[in-house]
């Protein structure tokens, strides 16, 4: 074969790892604020997502080896898993992995085929299917005081728990509370009062998001991730919350409260990064974040879902295509990037 | 050195791997026993031979001339005898043979009379003739005829570059050149600068090679035209000839354009040097400097002979057990070669041997994640990913219209490619694909266009053959004519009359013509037996009417 | 009712002197479908589509009386790219009309030619020069490879020689071909 004849010491493997490595600071936020639960979640996740991939890949004939050690399998898991509330039944985390990998994944031609964001598919066919399971989040250990040990919460995951535990533990997340609280005619103000609200974010949850934040920040100093999709999805997010806000303080949140739901972090940095189903060109980048963010805040505000991030990163992913055709940046010597008709 | 530096964009830091070969001094190559010299050596027409086997040549004797004025001759390296001319291995990926001239060399080295060129003595057009005779073409790689860069033509090139980047890991031939040819380089500069009206000559050199720049320095400050050299920075392809003019002027050639129509034309150094050899010195390009390095003993530059199989200088070098592959070329351009012992030739820069140990295998290729790093390292800025996309797809149409062809092959993309894949092998797929099948429409195009004249051919023989005949029985009828009106006037019906005596007058002398002359004069029993056989014939022929009459009357 | 029907009546005699009048102002000269179907077969001129030249099997096609895989030296490739102008599935080549073979030229020996011009008369594309009595031979570059030239040979003197792959015309092989040649990676 000809050259070249050497490469860089990269390969998906270390992409893939980095990302792994990058999620730590936030599952470690996720034990300290809301209890270990979420590792026997992840566990879950990861064990069925690695089984699920390597059935699939000899079911279509590809070898297991390569594909299963180049570690995407694990990201999908550990980031559909970090989207899921910490207690979630084992069944709900199972459906929603197998969901991810079996369908979005390789019934769209596997690694690097995918059109969707196969987390992302999983969380919204979760929560679409199963909306009570999906929206008991376990509140804040600052604010439920009854700490779970990690057997509590495994037992609780695999074998269910009485409602009366589980309404001890869980509660409405911010968001949640925000939208009910203005469902009932209250104003932003009178709704913030409630102790589930903190400094700019939700109680523990703005810890949560600051901790993605960092983990993207090390994502970008080694240049993982480019700058352009977090940065336009936190201006898309930033920008049209502020835009309601500003005209009406009363009946939307404020711009930092809606950047610091952890969501938005984990979708900015991790999410919407994901190069398979995200655009490929700069400007594209750009269009791809900002569409993403401002998405969110228009299903976080008319949507039927607190949350938005998920809906907002499919609808996106599907807009891909038309995005890259005409954000085709010019090459060396001024050509447009894409000529119709043009042949020597 | 106040000039600013512009950046070119994506290119990638690679380990360059040139401490190994540009410690030791340059030596000269001792003339192999049998030099094979391809005729194709440049891009353009091959060269025509005029020598025939047999002949005995004289070093820097012409043994093919150029066919056409984007070509470029061919000379005899060492004298000797011509002993073959056809096919043989050249160094080419394909490992297909192609035709060379291959010379049994006599040891005598022996040179033909040769004489310095007075440059300014001569018209342009003319130097450059002789030039091309010289068999100059560019030593950086592409190895294009240098007559013809050397022809400004419509264009004014205000700008000469003299590209030293060798930004290539391995190679340091045009690093050594520099360091201990430096005034003779600039010589060649001189013509340069005198065919091509150029005013600014700035020559560009990667900050990695400081004895070549202050060999250079030194060098330019001797001259009587002002040489800027600038040490540019160190990274991969800074040496490609559209990254130069970036980073030195800070403009970029149009794509599909040549340099020289911004004004700007670019020769490499070791083309400045053999240019500097042809013009004072007499000497056709028969030797260039080629780097010997990888997988051997000791690493070095040779003097070489063009023809020298490559396995000559490997030995020289040292040849060590291991070796996996010969190398033409660095690691991130260069082509394998289907044997060590193919020819050196004009683009020979260097011979990079490959061990496991210095280029391990590539690892098997994943699917591409569109991750771009690919893009982001692209020099032609350039949207890698998706050219893979439509090569892969075999969708070359849409390869060309994401400027397929702007691709210079430099190999970034592969470089960094986490998935491993040969992304650069399947833009020459692609490419080669595009050129296979614009080839094929060319011939069907001329071969509908022939077949259309030979059914308009076909069509107009019949015409113009109805028409003769026409014109004939018109000319026999208007006689005819003419003759029945000359004894009294008579019908239509009359001519028409007469024509069919006259036509069967006619073809019973015919048949008398040709009535059997051999029955003339016959002994009667042969004549008797004739009527026999005749009169058997009659019967038969009676014989074989009347069953049909028969058939005939029945009911 | 009456003025009803008259509106239609006029609205019709309006659009069809409209139509009959663009009709001829805008009459495309040839069949355009035709032409672009006849730029898609390789123009080998052979006839084993069972027309007596690409042209004619180009306009067939476009009338719908021939089938769009009846050409072997268009091969898969070209019933593809006819499938994909017609807007029709592909299919798998008709083999009756024949299988698609590597591209030759026509090469005549010139030691048994006895000049008949038989050949000369069979060419679709005037690639055979000679006269009468005289040597004929092939113009390799203008053959097309039809192969109708060898039939009519009364002495056998015409062969089939397969287009060697020089250096010129060599291709870069597909990516995962290569590799395979080399034993290297994943195919």
């Known amino acids: 074969m000809p050259a070249p004849f050497v490469i860089d010491h990269s390969s998906v493997t270390q992409v893939m790892a980095w990302v792994l490595v990058a999620l730590l600071p936030g599952i470690a936020a996720h034990v300290w604020l809301f209890g270990p639960g979420i590792l026997v979640t992840l566990a879950l996740a990861t064990v069925t997502a690695v089984v699920a991939e390597a059935a699939m890949l000899k079911a279509r004939g590809y070898p297991v080896r390569p594909f299963l050690t180049d570690l995407s399998a694990i990201v999908t898991a550990w980031l559909l898993a970090l989207c899921l509330p910490s207690l979630a039944p084992w069944w709900l985390i199972v459906t929603g992995t197998l969901f991810a990998i079996v369908v979005a994944k390789h019934l769209y031609g596997g690694l690097g085929q995918n059109v969707f964001n196969p987390a992302m598919v999983g969380y919204a066919v979760l929560l679409i299917s199963f909306p009570v399971q999906m929206t008991s989040w376990p509140g804040p250990l600052a604010l439920t005081g009854t700490p779970l040990s990690l057997a509590d919460s495994a037992a609780i995951i695999f074998g269910g728990a009485p409602k009366a535990v589980l309404d001890a533990v869980t509660m409405a997340t911010p968001l949640d509370t925000l939208r009910t609280g203005l469902l009932q005619q209250h104003t932003v103000d009178e709704i913030m009062t409630q102790p589930i609200f903190g400094h700019v974010g939700g109680a523990g949850f703005e810890w949560l998001a600051g901790a993605f934040l960092a983990g993207g920040l090390v994502l970008w100093a080694l240049r993982i991730i480019s700058w352009r999709v977090p940065l336009a999805f936190l201006a898309g997010v930033w920008l049209a919350a502020g835009f309601l806000h500003f005209f009406d303080a009363g009946r939307y949140g404020a711009p930092w409260f809606h950047l610091f739901a952890p969501s938005v972090m984990l979708g900015a940095f991790f999410i919407a990064t994901d190069p398979v189903s995200g655009s490929t060109t700069p400007l594209g980048k750009l269009i791809f974040g900002f569409g993403a963010g401002v998405l969110t805040i228009i299903i976080r505000t008319w949507g039927g879902y607190p949350d938005g991030v998920a809906f907002a990163v499919l609808l996106m992913n599907v807009a891909v295509p038309l995005i890259d055709q005409y954000t085709q940046p010019r090459i060396y010597g001024g050509a447009p990037g894409r000529e119709k008709g043009s042949s020597r | ?555 | 009712m009456i003025a009803a029907l008259l509106v239609m009546v006029g609205l019709a005699v309006v659009i069809g002197l409209a139509l009959g009048w663009s009709a001829v102002r805008f009459k495309v000269e040839g069949n355009p479908l035709a032409e672009k179907i006849d730029a898609i077969l390789p123009q080998t001129q052979c006839g084993q589509c069972g027309f007596p030249g690409c042209r004619p099997y180009a306009e067939a096609i476009a009338r719908g009386e021939a089938d769009i895989n009846q050409c072997p030296p268009g091969g898969e490739e070209g019933v593809k790219k006819l499938a994909e102008l017609l807007g029709v599935e592909p299919k798998p080549l008709d083999e009756t009309h024949g299988t698609p073979k590597p591209k030759s030229v026509a090469f005549i020996d010139e030691n048994l030619c006895i000049g008949c011009t038989l050949c000369i008369q069979a060419c679709p594309v005037d690639a055979i020069v000679g006269a009468a009595k005289q040597m004929h031979t092939v113009i390799a570059s203008e053959c097309t490879g039809c192969e109708l030239c060898v039939p009519p040979c009364p002495v056998d003197c015409i062969s089939m020689v397969p287009v060697a792959e020089d250096l010129p015309h060599w291709k870069f092989k597909h990516p995962l071909v290569m590799m395979k040649q080399v034993g290297g990676a994943r195919g």
Not at chain 2, 55 to 83: F, M, N, P
Not at chain 2, 342 to 355: E, G, H, M, Q, R
Not at chain 2, 405 to 421: N, Q
Request: contains cysteine; charged residues 25%.
């Open chain 2, 1 to 555: 050195m106040t000039r600013v530096l512009h950046r070119f964009k994506g290119g990638v830091h690679l380990p360059d791997h040139k401490a190994e070969s540009n410690g030791r001094p340059i030596h000269a190559a001792p003339v192999p026993r049998q030099l094979v010299i391809p005729l194709r050596q440049h891009i353009g027409n091959p060269a025509r031979p005029v020598v025939e086997v047999g002949q005995q040549v004289l070093k820097g004797q012409i043994i093919a001339e150029a066919d056409g004025y984007i070509s470029a001759a061919v000379h005899a390296s060492s004298s000797g005898t011509v002993t073959a001319i056809g096919p043989a291995l050249v160094p080419h990926v394909s490992g297909l043979p192609d035709d060379c001239i291959t010379i049994e060399t006599d040891g005598r080295d022996a040179w033909i009379d040769h004489a310095p060129i007075d440059y300014q003595a001569l018209a342009p057009a003319d130097l450059r003739m002789r030039l091309r005779d010289m068999g100059l073409a560019g030593l950086g790689g592409a190895v294009f005829p240098s007559a013809v860069k050397l022809d400004p033509g419509a264009h004014a090139c205000p700008t000469l570059i003299v590209n030293g980047g060798e930004c290539e890991p391995w190679i340091t031939c045009d690093d050594l050149l520099m360091r201990t040819r430096a005034d003779e380089i600039l010589q060649g500069v001189r013509v340069m600068r005198h065919l091509l009206g150029s005013t600014e000559i700035l020559v560009g050199i990667e900050d990695n090679k400081p004895e070549a720049i202050a060999a250079m320095q030194a060098a330019a400050a001797g001259f009587d035209f002002a040489v800027e050299v600038i040490a540019v920075p160190t990274i991969y392809p800074a040496g490609g000839a559209k990254q130069m003019i970036e980073t030195l002027t800070g403009r970029q050639v149009p794509s599909g354009k040549l340099s020289t129509d911004i004004g700007i034309q670019v020769f490499n150094v070791g083309t400045a040097y053999a240019l500097a050899r042809a013009v004072f010195h007499g000497e056709p390009l028969i030797s260039r400097l080629v780097t010997v390095t990888g997988h051997v003993l000791r690493p070095q530059n040779f003097e070489v002979l063009i023809g020298t199989p490559m396995q000559r200088l490997i030995d020289l070098a040292g040849d060590r057990d291991g070796a996996t592959g010969v190398l033409m070329g660095g690691p991130m351009m260069g082509m394998p070669m289907p044997s060590s012992e193919v020819p050196v030739v004009k683009a020979t820069n260097c011979i990079l041997v490959k061990s496991d140990a210095l280029f391990p295998p590539l690892p098997a290729m994943l699917p591409c994640i569109r991750c771009t790093r690919c893009a982001d390292v692209c020099p032609a800025e350039l949207q890698p990913q998706e050219l893979f996309r439509f090569a892969k797809a075999g969708d070359f149409g849409r390869a060309q219209e994401y400027h397929l062809f702007d691709c210079i092959e430099c190999g970034c993309c592969s470089y960094v490619c986490p998935s491993h894949i040969p992304l650069v092998d399947y833009y020459r797929y692609a490419k080669s694909e595009i050129w296979a099948r614009e080839r094929e429409k060319r011939a069907a195009d001329l071969a509908r266009a022939r077949h259309e004249f030979r059914l308009f051919r076909l069509e107009r023989e019949k015409k113009e053959k109805a028409e003769k005949l026409a014109a004939k029985a018109q000319a026999k009828r208007a006689e005819l004519a003419a003759e029945a009106a000359a004894p009294g006037a008579t019908g239509e019906a009359d001519a028409k009359k007469a024509l069919i005596a006259a036509a069967l007058a006619r073809a019973q002398a015919k048949k008398a013509e040709v009535a059997p002359k051999n029955i003339d004069q016959l002994p009667p029993d042969k004549q008797r037996e004739i009527e026999e056989i005749e009169a058997r014939r009659a019967k038969i022929r009676e014989l074989a009417r009347q069953p049909l009459e028969t058939d005939e009357t029945k009911p």
